[in-house]
């Protein structure tokens, strides 16, 4: 038996509050946009896919060796964008400024210490980023897409810690996926 799954940082209060009041207001718009909704919203580090139930043990312990070297990351949110163009969006999110650069490194150690489980090298760059929403249709010239990036162009929070690493599995639903913690470790290093 397999599980889907993924690693990642969960937000802490103060961002989902900001979340939460800029995807109220984002939905008042007439976009054809499949909204997440906020508590599933998180920082995915590595994408795992389809894991063996014999291996999220020992994928654990491997795990668990990386964030026992680094430290809390300090982030806040800054701004909102589309990838992959305003022409052509697919998809809506907020950007983050803070520990990025360490993030990176812990992204690499993580997939790093994966690699013997058969996960997959991410080969794109790290961009930590929050999905707030999926296009289902490109918007048509002269929707709010461009007021709407505007408006939160500047967009901001208060520096939170993010403090842990959680291991996801995720269940495809007809309503969205459905996420379930198997396992959060504490990040208590110096790095």
Same mark, same amino acid.
């Given at each position: 038996m397999e599980i889907r799954s993924?690693? +990642? /940082?969960?937000?802490?209060?103060? #961002?989902?509050? @900001? !979340? %939460?009041? #800029?995807?109220?207001? *984002?939905?008042? @718009?007439? *976009?054809?946009?499949? &909204?997440?909704k906020v508590n599933n919203i998180h920082i995915t580090m590595v994408f795992l896919g389809n894991v063996p139930v014999g291996h999220v043990e020992p994928m654990g312990e491997a795990v668990e060796k990386v964030c026992q070297q680094y430290g809390p990351f300090a982030i806040s949110l800054k701004?909102?964008?589309?990838?992959?163009? =305003?022409r052509n969006? =697919?998809?809506l999110w907020t950007g983050m400024e803070g520990d990025l650069d360490r993030m990176t490194c812990f992204r690499d150690a993580l997939q790093k210490r994966l690699k013997p489980f058969g996960i997959k090298r991410e080969k794109r760059p790290f961009r930590p980023h929050l999905t #707030?929403? =999926?296009?289902?249709?490109? $918007? =048509?010239?002269?929707?709010?897409?461009?007021? /709407?990036?505007?408006?939160?162009?500047?967009? @901001?929070?208060?520096?939170? +810690?993010?403090?842990? !690493?959680t291991f996801f599995r995720s269940d495809l639903k007809p309503g969205?996926? !459905?996420? %379930?913690? !198997?396992? @959060? &470790? $504490?990040?208590?290093?110096? #790095?």
């Open positions: 993924f690693l +990642a /940082l969960k937000l802490p209060p103060e #961002i989902k509050k @900001t !979340l %939460s009041h #800029i995807s109220r207001e *984002m939905r008042k @718009t007439s *976009m054809d946009v499949r &909204w997440v701004g909102v964008g589309v990838f992959s163009s =305003r969006p =697919r998809v #707030i929403g =999926r296009f289902r249709k490109g $918007p =048509r010239p002269g929707t709010p897409l461009d007021e /709407l990036l505007s408006k939160y162009q500047e967009l @901001t929070s208060p520096v939170c +810690a993010l403090k842990g !690493l969205g996926a !459905l996420y %379930s913690e !198997l396992k @959060t &470790w $504490p990040l208590v290093g110096e #790095i």
